[in-house]
């Protein structure tokens, strides 16, 4: 009890959000990613900055060595997909600006043909509902099997507290809304090649931020780009530091092994990734550097 409401306390008092929401200009723009047929689109609900605080049980020497001020810059991103006849979305934001940046790049909410979620955190299906109705009349949405179970288990509510009652209650509302356009797959592993959701679009397994945590591997000829969800929430440690849990990891133990393992995979394979807690342009490739890793952001070489 008294964890959670400190978790609480810690999330809603250590992140503060910024308004600035660039993406709708964006949608269409010069920043958009290309793999194989698909056009990519970060879309935005504002860059914030986190605490250390946030941090489970941490050195204070990985603090004091790389976030000196004791903070560290991140994001609330989500991403539009257009190709091979359709358009889809990768997570939903809080439900703060998705609306207007389609409305703005001239996307009614009825072309989205399906929306792929990467867990059922509030930050990434918040944009799903408006007053309890569905926004998007016509999307199918895909997410783990395994996560659509946790969040809809009486017991698992009861056990997360009341901290996390009205995430639970969220999801819930969103999976009756959407119905049997809900559909559940089981994602599978790199060695396995990912299990196949969509032409192109394969889901790969990242448990332990939430139970069900699952990655999307755009794959459309030889171009590759891999949408890691909340695999890492700031960048300015968990690069170097990959080992470093944060409060929201609901199995901070299998957060950092999974972690460690897509990071060795990601970096030896030279794939690109896009990130819902990386900072703008929150796309890029990564480098082994010692212990850990470097980020270097799409643009720069
Ligand atoms: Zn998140």
Known sequence: MFRSLLALFLISSLLSFSVAARAAEEVGGPSAHTVGQWRVYRLTDGAATGKAALFVDTDPNLVQTYLPDGTYPTAIQYFLLRGHGKTILIDTGLGKNLARQLAEAGIKPEAIDAILLTHMHGDHIGGLLTADQAVFPDATIYLSEKEKAYWIDPKMMA???????????LAQRALAVYGDRVKTFFPSSFAAGGATLLPTIKAIAAYGHTPGHSMFLLEDGSDKL??????????????????????????????VATRLAVLRHVAAQKLAVAGMHIPDPAIGHLRA???????MPEGEK
């Open 159 to 169: 056990k997360a507290g009341p901290a996390k009652k009205d995430n639970f209650l």
């Open 289 to 295: 550097a010692g212990a850990g890793y470097v980020f």
């Open 226 to 255: 891999l949408f890691w969800g909340d695999l890492t929430h700031a960048m300015a440690m968990q690069m170097p530091a990959p080992q470093v849990a944060m409060v929201y990891d609901i199995n901070p133990k299998e957060a």
